[in-house]
């Protein structure tokens, strides 16, 4: 990647987007005078993670806190961190203005809240089996199901651990063995079985932070960043009945474990010490070990599809119904995995809101993981530009042109050919698609597809990919988009073409721009022919009476006439 603040898309007629640095890395331009032509506000609210406002301050952007906590206040680029609870996530997306981008998706608690991603799971799982769903505990939700609770506990000395359903960094979460021990409250529990049987290191259980990354949910768009966290418990691992109640052996979470004296802060990213590792140095330790990661890695992923997939319909439904963009939304999730004695890795937790630690171990990880997802998901400059501006950024970034940000580059409103396009598709699904009958939104939903995917580094994108065809047992759940990049995917690698080439084609065709400029031109054609005059009641009786008296003076004139002859 080049060390310009602004890269030039891959296509032809689309506007550059911003290009962020890790730190240590300096762009080209001569600093500060350049700076001015791009000054742009960044919006985040108080307790926003270091890393995440240091990315924005390289480049250049303003930060600016949020406080109102209102998307119509919001006009650029925005960061949203602060957990979201039902009566508070209740937001209208319309109102964000066209150039804001956030990290917030609707509908995200289908699979963040405990309760609800254990019942989103099991309705897949019933309807596709134990085989393909046997990733995520046995877990009931109380009060609702405390009688089914009470019988799977009764004779049994197994332990079970209660989490609220919409807390974070291990607040109120106990392990129990019988259901009197479980603290009853006004808040909903997730008990979920305990898996007291982990793969520990060094006689301490951890687990896995992971990164996941959603650009988009129609199509469906996941990726996965390939290092992460390991959070190991302080204490040696024991489920001895003494034991039970303490959370420095059972819980692995970092605002838990800092509070033990013991607990080591990892200053050497590269080296198997302190009680943070990142997941590349786990993946060192396991070769060590003779263990081959490869599966497990792959098993992993498998799970992080098939969780989102566990959420997909309700996110999805409440997008198309808020989100007129698709621009505005993207999601940064943090999955929470730990491997068992059998190195069979199980959910335990999907954050909505990952913290970004600023020590140097999380540093060492999460810097670099921020500046590629934020080339990933494609900033643009979307204020207004004047032509003198517009020639002096060109001049010190070295763009031969500079497209502007056009917001129906990402509209979600259908033209009539795409409406009879996507109709003819759900009446004959096996057609496939033709790249000589690509509508204007298809190009779009395409290009995008491919700027996303040349920015990935460590980031993998798993669906779509392919072998797609892993995940055909759930084909009734893709929409027309998700289909289009799949079949995309498969057409170009059976012909052996570059897909790049094919979509630098139809933009040079201004295929990708045809439908909304038709549409603009249509508009300007209207407003140029102008309407004819407006005619006053007054103006209207006069000339009524007008016509009156000259039909009038006619038949008199005929009259006399006949008279004469």
């Not at 005078?33 to 995440?52: D, N, R, W, Y």
């Not at 099991?122 to 009060?143: A, C, D, H, M």
């Not at 996965?224 to 034991?243: H, N, P």
């Not at 009786?541 to 039909?551: F, G, N, P, V």
Request: overall charge neutral; charged content about 30%; some cysteine.
């Amino acid at each position: 990647m080049g060390k310009r603040r602004l890269r030039p898309s891959l296509f032809p007629g689309c506007a550059p987007y911003l290009n962020f640095l890790s730190p240590g890395d300096e762009y080209d331009d001569d600093g500060q005078e350049h700076l001015e032509e791009l000054v742009m506000p960044f919006k985040a609210p108080l307790g926003t993670s270091p890393p995440i406002i240091e990315c924005f301050q390289r480049f250049g952007f303003k930060v600016v806190e949020w406080a109102s906590r209102d998307l119509r206040d919001l006009t650029g680029a925005a960061w949203d961190h602060v957990m979201v609870r039902d009566m508070c996530s209740q937001v209208n997306f319309s109102q964000m203005a066209a150039g804001v981008k956030v990290n917030r998706l609707p509908g995200t608690l289908s699979i963040c809240r405990k309760d609800k991603l254990w019942n989103n799971y099991r309705l897949l799982q019933n309807k596709y089996g134990s085989e393909l769903f046997n990733f995520l505990p046995q877990t009931f939700n109380i009060p609702e199901e405390s009688e089914e609770l009470m019988n799977a506990m009764r004779g049994s000395n197994d332990a079970w651990i209660a989490k609220p359903t919409a807390s974070s960094c291990g607040d109120g979460i106990s392990l129990v063995t019988s259901y009197k021990q479980i603290a009853l409250g006004k808040s909903v529990l997730s008990v979920q079985k305990y898996i007291s049987d982990p793969f520990l290191i060094n006689d301490l259980k951890f687990d896995l932070r992971l990164y996941v990354l959603l650009t988009s949910i129609d199509p469906l768009k996941i990726y996965l960043y390939q290092d992460g966290i390991v959070r190991f418990a302080t204490k040696q691992y024991s489920m001895r009945e003494e034991d039970i109640g303490d959370k420095f052996i059972h819980l692995t979470n970092y605002s838990i474990n800092k509070k033990n004296e013991d607990f080591e802060f990892n200053e050497a990213p590269d080296e198997l010490s302190g009680h943070k590792w990142s997941l590349k140095m786990l993946w060192k330790y396991l070769a060590q070990e003779e263990i081959d990661y490869t599966p497990i890695w792959e098993e992993i992923k498998d799970i992080i599809v098939k969780t989102i997939l566990c959420g997909h319909l309700p996110i999805k439904e409440a997008f198309l119904e808020d989100v007129t963009s698709d621009y505005h939304c993207y999601k940064l999730f943090g999955f929470d995995v730990m491997l068992d004695k059998s190195m069979k890795p199980w959910l335990l937790e999907v954050n909505n809101f990952p913290t970004l630690n600023h020590r140097s171990l999380d540093r060492h990880v999460n810097e670099e993981m921020i500046t590629e997802m934020f080339n990933i998901l494609g900033f643009h400059i979307t204020a207004p530009i004047t032509d003198k501006k517009k020639a002096d950024i060109m001049d010190k970034t070295g763009l031969k042109s500079l497209v502007e940000f056009d917001p129906q580059m990402y509209t979600r409103v259908k033209s009539i050919e795409q409406l009879e396009k996507e109709k003819d598709w759900a009446e004959n699904q096996s057609a496939g698609f033709d790249e000589d009958k690509l509508t204007p939104l298809d190009v779009r939903i395409l290009l995008r597809a491919e700027e996303e995917f040349e920015q990935t580094v460590n980031f993998s994108r798993l669906f779509p990919c392919k072998d797609s065809s892993r995940y055909k047992a759930f084909s009734q759940m893709f929409s027309y988009r998700d289909n289009l990049l799949r079949d995309w995917e498969k057409k170009q690698e059976s012909l052996g073409i570059s897909r790049r080439d094919v979509l630098i084609k139809l933009c040079k065709e201004g295929v990708h721009s045809r439908d909304f400029l038709q549409k603009k031109e249509r508009k300007e054609k209207k407003i140029a022919t102008p309407p004819p005059p407006r005619i006053s009641k007054r103006e209207k009786r006069i000339a009524a009476r007008k016509a009156l008296a000259e039909k009038e003076k006619a038949v008199k004139d005929a009259q006399d006439t006949q008279e004469c002859s």
